[in-house]
């Protein structure tokens, strides 16, 4: 979704070089990091601002509430629906859509996630490109039409992408680990569907998708780049000033968290074994966000440092990776523990992965591994601003999951500020490694 197509290098580095020595003096006296502007459209659409005038450059997000979460029994509706925006509105067609935005160097994208869709615009802030861009990405937001050859063509390839997928074996075990461990409830479905599901949609599905997300009251607006507050206000109003009121929609609740151990095997004809293990974990607002950030680093997220690593592949050689996260959402998301193995090897590494885990659950990790960890955090957390696409990301990220607007000035330290036993306990409340989801796909024999 975010690029630096249009950026050469030296300027790329160059806004890395003055990011990172922002960070560097904003300890002793910049007051905000990345300083976010917020005000309130009239219709209620909350806007974002991040200015930043060292390129020519704007990036745009509108952010709805319509992520695949809310797909209910049409698995795939939500990301159907957002990959259709630009497929023809009711007064151009997609060709004349892709061309306008080409004709003014402007990239457009939309994407879903589990808990919200979006729509993207990165356009020079030159008006004479900016405002025909503007001009279009409005109406694609606000006016599609859902047209029924596009919708056909689209479909096609949807469904041709999706019978590709239910073919790889890591699709297929990521697959049946969400429905295990959310228990056919929001969250379990695969976000852009599957065939069956796909093949039953119509353009009429879509067109109802869109009236019920597609709203004000669902969404809400960021902006990064050479923008003014004044010219932010007036470009807000243009893209989603007319957007109809509609309501502000709550997530469809969790099903009950399941409690047991459970493992399922799935048989396919590979050399190797996927494995995923893991349960339902935590919210992104949960107080023990950030303990368990910094613990997973230490145990399956610092890739070439954690004890996952070492323990299964530099050891025992059983892997060539083993990673672990926390997929933290507006609800409860996942803790995932995943590797693939040699098929003779799959019960060797599941058991070797599952002591590590019960050995740092049960004394958590050592001061050296803490500090190793920080420092691996900190020190790639000015990467993490390095252009106003990642700029962009960030603050759709703290938007969306309700964060303050200071979260990016906070957050070093809040990592600095985690202790042995903050991570210890952490992972004691949170992670039960009697009570793990172990999915394999491969020709293991269990």
């Known amino acids: 979704m975010f690029n630096n197509r249009g950026i050469n290098r030296f300027t790329f580095i160059s806004v890395v070089f003055m990011i990172f020595s922002t960070l560097v003096s904003a300890q002793n006296a910049t007051p905000s990091i990345i300083p976010i502007q917020h005000w309130t459209m009239k219709n209620g659409i909350n806007v974002y601002l991040v200015s930043m005038h060292e390129i020519p450059i704007i990036d745009i997000g509108v952010v709805f509430g319509a992520g695949s979460s809310r797909d209910g029994e049409h698995a795939g509706l939500a990301a159907f629906t957002a990959a259709m925006l630009d497929e023809g509105t009711k007064s151009h067609s997609a060709d004349q859509i892709a061309q306008s935005f080409e004709d003014v160097g402007a990239e457009f994208h939309s994407m879903v996630e589990l808990d919200y869709a979006a729509v993207t615009l990165r356009s020079m802030s030159d008006k004479t490109f900016l405002n025909p861009a503007i001009a279009m990405f409005s109406e694609v937001i606000n006016q599609p039409a859902f047209p029924a050859t596009d919708f056909k063509r689209m479909k096609k390839q949807i469904l041709s992408g999706l019978e590709a997928q239910e073919q790889e074996p890591g699709t297929i075990a990521a697959h049946a680990f969400f429905a295990a461990v959310f228990n056919g409830g929001a969250y379990s479905q695969p976000t852009f569907g599957n065939t069956k599901t796909v ?7 879509l067109a109802r998708f869109y009236q019920h ?68 974990a935590i919210s992104r607002l949960s107080p023990d966000y ?91 957390f000015p990467l993490r601003l390095a252009s106003n696409q990642a700029i962009l990301s960030n603050v759709i990220n703290i938007t969306t999951y309700g964060l303050p607007l200071n979260y990016l000035d906070t957050y070093r330290d809040n990592i600095n500020g985690v202790t042995v036993e903050n991570i210890k306990s952490a992972f004691q409340r949170h992670i039960h490694p009697k009570k793990l989801v172990t999915i394999t796909v491969g020709n293991s024999i269990f």
């Open 199 to 205: 093949t039953q949609l119509s353009p009429e599905d």
């Open 213 to 280: 997300h597609f709203t004000a009251a669902n969404a809400h607006i960021v902006m990064v780049g050479d923008l003014k507050r004044a010219d932010a206000e007036k470009l807000a109003t243009k893209i989603a000033g007319t957007l109809p009121d509609g309501q502000a929609l709550s997530l469809p609740a969790l099903k009950p968290n399941p409690i047991s151990n459970e493992v399922k095997n799935i048989r396919f004809p590979s050399e190797q074994t996927h494995i995923l293990i893991g349960q339902r």
């Open 290 to 380: 950030f303990p368990l950030a910094v613990g997973n680093q230490i145990l399956g997220g610092g890739m070439l440092t954690s004890r996952l690593y070492k323990a299964v592949r530099e050891k025992q050689g059983l892997a060539y990776s083993v990673y672990s996260y926390f997929d933290t959402l507006k609800m409860s998301g996942p803790f995932v523990i995943g590797m693939q193995t040699r098929n003779e090897k799959a019960i060797t590494a599941i058991d070797i992965t599952r002591d590590i885990l019960t050995q740092y659950v049960d004394a958590g990790p050592s001061a050296e591994e803490l500090d190793e960890a920080k420092n691996n955090i900190i020190n790639g």
